[in-house]
């Protein structure tokens, strides 16, 4: 009986530990990959963006890819239809 109160004390503690999914983007801000700059690289095609560089890396993503939901706000993600890009995000 003692485990149990003591493993439910530490489970109520636990849960109460504030926790910002979102701090890193507040940080350093909401175009910390340099996003804003290669706005002029949508619309283009996707050879256009063989040389974009970000802090964080860069990720070329199509219809059809799996990508992970990790927040990372100095990689870039460019976004592409298989032949155009579509958008370009930070995460």
């Known amino acids: 009986?003692?485990?149990?109160?003591?493993?439910?004390?530490?489970?109520?503690?636990?849960?109460?530990a504030p926790t910002d999914p979102f701090a890193d983007f507040d940080a350093l801000g909401p175009?910390?990959?340099g996003a804003d700059a290669a706005q002029?690289?949508?619309g283009q095609p996707?050879?256009?963006?063989?040389?974009v560089t970000a802090p964080g890396?860069?990720?070329?993503?199509?219809?059809?890819?799996?990508?992970?939901?990790?927040?990372?706000?100095?990689?870039?993600?460019?976004?592409h239809d298989g032949t155009t890009i579509t958008r370009i995000t930070c995460s």
Do not use: Y
């Not at 009986?1 to 109460?16: D, G, H, W």
């Not at 996707?46 to 040389?51: F, I, K, P, V, Y």
């Not at 890396?57 to 976004?79: F, K, Q, Y």
């Open 1 to 16: 009986m003692t485990r149990f109160a003591l493993l439910s004390v530490i489970c109520v503690i636990a849960s109460c």
């Open 31 to 33: 175009d910390a990959c």
């Open 40 to 42: 002029g690289l949508v």
């Open 46 to 51: 996707l050879e256009a963006a063989a040389g």
């Open 57 to 79: 890396g860069v990720r070329r993503i199509g219809p059809e890819d799996l990508v992970t939901t990790d927040l990372a706000p100095e990689r870039m993600n460019i976004w």
